[in-house]
């Protein structure tokens, strides 16, 4: 098993990232475009990917789509893109994490190892868990609505997993960004647009939500009304 996936087409920093990582004891590959990544993930499990979002060929983007069709591992994106409309729409397409370059390798690092950390303690609770129509096999890491299987991936599902093993209580904003993203830097806007999204994936009506219910100014509660 291959511990990270690097797809980044700059060859230096490539390889400046894997050198870090092997020095903590990962064992990395890399791959120079979306097509070597995409290929050598049909051959090889890995644990978590790194991703840029600039690549020759198909872009970050379209590869973070095409993963999460086919895998659940968690992604961190790489840009020089810095503003919120790309991580917001890394995020939209299943990316765990984002980071801006020029990067601090030490911080990605980190990064690699607290989504590792999160990710594996996940993983090791077995558990079908429903609140109403809405169920989560956690071996499959897979959400269902009345028996229907849903496309909620990445952070999506991670959000969605405290909610429901929570659920009936007040969510305060700052529980569920401790939870579901850690120490990462997010943009604060983020947990917002996530429950947007999560909405317009569960509840019948986003307008009239009775899934996820907004406490103003606090937080939520997740539970559908008797």
């Given amino acids: 098993m291959t511990d990270v996936l690097i797809i980044e087409d700059d060859e230096e920093l490539r ?23 995409l290929a050598f993930l049909e051959g090889e499990p890995v644990r978590i990917i790194l991703l840029d979002l600039m690549l020759p060929g198909a872009d970050g983007f379209t590869a973070c789509t095409e993963i999460r069709e086919r895998k ?5 994106m790489m840009s020089a893109r810095d503003d919120e409309e790309s991580k917001l729409t890394g995020y939209r397409l299943g990316a765990d994490d984002y980071i801006a370059k020029p990067l601090s390798v030490q911080l990605l690092t980190a990064k690699v190892k ?3 950390h999160r990710s594996e303690a996940n993983s090791e609770t077995r558990e079908n868990l429903s609140c109403g129509s809405i169920s ?13 299987p849903l496309e909620i991936r990445g952070k999506l ?14 969510l305060l904003k ?13 943009e604060p806007s983020t947990l917002n647009v996530h429950i947007r999204w999560l909405r317009e994936r569960i509840e019948d009506d986003t307008d009239d939500p009775r899934v996820i219910k907004t406490v103003w100014r606090k937080g939520y509660i997740f539970g559908e009304d008797d």
């Fill in 15 to 37: 390889g400046l990232i894997a050198d870090f990582l092997e020095a903590e004891g990962y064992k990395t590959a890399a791959a120079e475009s979306a097509e070597d990544g």
């Fill in 72 to 76: 659940d591992i968690p992604i961190i």
């Fill in 136 to 148: 989560v096999d956690t071996v499959k890491r897979q959400v269902y609505k009345n028996g229907l």
């Fill in 174 to 186: 700052d529980e569920l960004y401790d939870a579901v993203w850690g120490d990462a830097f997010v």
């Fill in 114 to 116: 607290a989504l590792l």
């Fill in 157 to 170: 599902y991670d959000l969605l997993l405290y909610m429901i093993r929570n659920s009936g209580r007040l």
